[in-house]
């Protein structure tokens, strides 16, 4: 799910980048603070964070002692990407394995649909392996499925998201 959020954090810039001239000083708060969206990509909280829509204000800088660093508050709009339990996505898959296939949805790459999770589908072994149905409906690499979520689990350690997904559920599977 895509979601509008309204954060507050705190920008530092050099000394260095300090300009008598505002513009130039706003230039580098905003650069700045693209810079540091770019670097946190994802929280637990929010999902992966996509885009800085608008920048509502810019505080009064406050001076670190000892480092001449100067902090601003800022306070921005942005959307962010989270999955959610009993959402309804669509991804492509990108990875067959004997008990499973991996799917890509937006920014999350590591989502995981289990063969039992896939009601009547079949592996099929070859240098091209995947999934099929008695109905002849195949789950292959670059296929897109539209997949039910079941829970998602956020990786501190890589700022990233993993997923276990199912087609159990009305008008779940590949889309043609």
């Known amino acids: 799910m895509y979601l509008k959020s309204t954060l507050s954090w705190n920008v530092v810039i050099p000394a260095a980048n300090l300009d008598a001239k505002g513009l130039m000083l706003q230039k580098a708060i905003i650069t700045r603070l693209m810079d540091d969206f770019a670097a ?9 964070f996509l885009a800085v829509t608008t920048v509502a204000s810019i505080g009064e800088g406050k001076v670190r002692q000892h ?14 990407f989270k999955m959610l339990a009993g959402e309804i996505l669509e991804g492509t898959v990108h990875k067959i394995l ?12 590591k989502i995981y649909l289990s063969h039992q999770k896939m009601g009547d589908y079949n592996y099929v072994a070859g240098e091209n392996p995947y999934f099929m149905n008695e109905k002849l ?9 539209r997949y039910l979520v079941i829970g998602q689990k956020y990786m501190e350690a890589e700022k990233d998201f993993q997923a276990v997904v199912s087609l159990e559920g009305d008008y779940l599977g590949p889309i043609s």
Do not use: M, N, Q, R
Not at 67 to 80: E, K, Q
């Open 40 to 48: 946190k990509k994802a929280s637990k909280d929010l999902g992966y």
């Open 137 to 145: 409906s195949k789950i292959e690499k670059g296929v897109v499925v």
């Open 98 to 109: 004997k008990h499973g296939v991996f799917l890509k949805s937006g920014p999350v790459d």
């Open 67 to 80: 480092l001449g660093d100067v902090l601003f508050p800022v306070d921005f709009s942005c959307i962010t």
